[in-house]
């Protein structure tokens, strides 16, 4: 692996383990990102949102740390479960609970799943919290009828008030990409087993396209996902003979310039080299369960 350094800026760890931690610390990821999703089944109460959005501040932000990755956070209700209209409601009044708490870069992801109005009305809704709070925006974009829903995220954000500049859709395809630059907007991309986009597809994207405004993320989950993902094709890429400087802007700078614009990514802490204490406790969990920590002596750089 090179030595670059990668940032993951669309992650869902919560649904990983400390074995992948310590993986992607080793390929020399340094930060996340963790948008606020669905678990796999819908949830039927708003006390299963309020543990989620506060473990995303809390444990797991904590629990990053104790690997050297710095774990940063976006807070919203994905647009599958904003169907459940009843509930989404609630979820909505809650929001500002968490959405404004330190280490939350972002509302997101939030958009479409199967186009609905139920969707619709929970996407303005947060978007009108960004703009009322100077926030940027991930959008989630559907797996169906994909370059639509793109257009319609854009259109309505557009419509909403949200600037280009802070607005990330993610998920894109080659049939999409064109459409997000155009609008000015962040176009990022999801490597992701068969179902969205592969190391070999983006590394010709980046050939067509260049490297402004383009993320690469993993959005690793509970299905079969690989948080190596970023790593992976940026060596791929290098591979290729794209240029170093491209592939660090797809994998690292980009998604610090977009999400950095939250005012809540300590450039300068990235560029130190972590300094790892074990021992440390969260309440009173530790991810050891009882084994020796690791506790590292401060580095002078």
């Not at 774990?71 to 599958?80: Q, R, T």
């Not at 199967?114 to 100077?134: K, N, S």
């Not at 939250?262 to 440390?280: C, K, M, N, V, Y």
């Amino acid at each position: 692996m090179s030595q670059l350094r990668f940032f993951d800026p669309h992650i869902h760890m919560t649904s990983r383990t400390t074995d992948d931690y310590e993986a992607m610390a080793r390929a020399g990821i340094r930060a996340v990102i963790e948008p606020a999703f669905w678990l796999g089944q819908p949830r039927t109460q708003l006390g299963s949102f309020v543990d989620y959005f506060a473990s995303l501040v809390g444990w797991e932000r904590f629990r990053a740390s104790q690997f050297g990755i710095q774990h940063f956070c976006a807070m919203g209700l994905n647009s599958k479960e904003a169907n459940n209209e009843g509930l989404a409601k609630d979820v909505l009044e809650i929001l500002p609970q968490f959405a404004f708490k330190e280490g939350v870069v972002a509302i997101g992801e939030i958009g479409y799943d199967e186009i609905t109005e139920a969707e619709d009305r929970a996407y303005r809704v947060q978007l009108q919290m960004a703009v009322d709070h100077d926030m940027v925006v991930m959008v989630h974009s559907p797996h169906r009828d994909k370059k639509n829903g793109i257009v319609r995220s854009l259109d309505v954000a557009r419509e909403v008030g949200v600037p280009m500049e802070k607005l990330v859709i993610d998920h894109n395809n080659e049939e999409t990409v064109q459409s997000v630059l155009d609008r000015g907007a962040w176009a990022a991309f999801t490597i992701y087993p068969g179902t969205k986009m592969g190391s070999e597809r983006m590394v010709e994207v980046v050939k067509r396209y260049g490297s402004e405004r383009i993320i690469v993320d993993s959005s690793a989950d509970w299905g079969v996902s690989d948080p190596l993902s970023v790593p992976k094709t940026a060596q791929l890429m290098l591979e290729r003979g794209l240029d170093a400087k491209l592939v660090e802007a797809v994998t690292w700078g980009n998604a610090l310039a977009a999400y950095g614009q939250s005012g809540q990514i300590d450039l300068e802490a990235l560029e130190r080299t972590p300094t790892i204490d074990q021992s440390q406790l969260f309440g009173d969990s530790s991810v050891l369960r009882g084994q020796s920590p690791r506790i590292d002596q401060p580095v002078i750089n």
